[in-house]
């Protein structure tokens, strides 16, 4: 196991982007900073957070992009009742399937056969999202999945994909947004395999987990790593914050309500959090 420190950042809509920024910025607010992680690893709404982060923007700047509406980025709308099929063919795979790569694959077909927005239309809202288009010189990482094969994909700065495209991938929500093209294959959103994939950041002595949302897997990969000795914190919503999200976390009014309360929750937690991250 490395002698490192990683931020694992999870899945969770525009809401989950707009909490994990809130946190970590309370976070820091309360005297610990935990964007000097050796390594970051983020799935779908995680990825975005962490690429913010690996951008270097200071998190005042990025929490201020997220609760005030003046500088809010534009993002689209999904068609109606879209999320909801989404889980609802999930359940349906989990009770029907019991190989995982198998229903990644079930999930990528129906992902490629869904109506959406186009990917050019998507694109930008990605572009929008990030203070920058390159990969930062730093160990970083975000997960999605190959639609085709439903076999996992880990892209970081030497896969020799451009960023905006790795990140695209990772939030592809399938049925909700287009899959991303990569070279010959299509991939989509990280967060079906697992909404943390913290397996993924498993070497690491000491690991902060920053979920938006519940991972059925998170308990037992926490589990799997003290098992070896690894230390890890996990930080979910508390119940101002799943107040905070709404009924919907793709809606962008979720944003400033969601900061807000992930920056008070992340202030709270602040001590916590430093026990695990400055123990010697």
Known sequence: MKDGRALVIGGG???GIAWATGVLAGLADGGVDVTD?????????GSVVAAQIGSGTALSALLRAQVDPALQKEELKPREGALAA???FAEKLNAEVTDPVERLRRMGE????AETVAEAERRPVIEGRLPSHSWPERALAVVAVNAATGETR???RAAGVGLVDAVAASCAIPGVWPATTIGADRYIDGGIRSLTNLDLAADHARTLVVAPMPDPVLEADAAAIAGRGGLVEVVVPDEESLAA???DPLSPASRTPAGNA???????A????AALWNKP
Not at 37 to 45: N, R
Not at 110 to 113: D, G, T
Not at 262 to 268: E, K, M, P, S, V
């Open 13 to 15: 809509g525009v809401a």
């Open 37 to 45: 992680a050796d390594f970051l690893l983020g799935t779908s709404a």
């Open 86 to 88: 989404v889980f609802e």
């Open 110 to 113: 129906m992902a490629l056969a």
């Open 154 to 156: 880990l892209f970081d």
């Open 245 to 247: 999200f709404g009924p």
């Open 262 to 268: 992930g920056f008070a929750q992340g202030r709270a």
């Open 270 to 273: 602040a001590q916590t959090v």
